[in-house]
């Protein structure tokens, strides 16, 4: 048996090339902004989608007043979605 060989390169997906989460970023921004009492514009999309986390939540907080550690998962990091 041949012993296994280290592969030639590795991709890392941090920007949608493999799969597109932009469109899951920017729903998940709305209902964020929803549940704080916001309706998110696409006048807002380009300060969330394809921004960082801290942008976004920043954005988020500015443009809704609210307070981002009322929301659920927001003290672990770890958001919850429904089934």
Known sequence: ????????????????????????????AREVAAGLGHRLTDADAPEVVGRAVADTAAHLIEVTSGDLSTLPGAATGRATAPE
């Open 1 to 28: 048996m041949k012993a296994p060989t280290a592969p030639a390169a590795v991709l890392f997906d941090m920007d949608g090339t493999l799969v597109d989460t932009e469109v899951l970023w920017w729903e998940t």
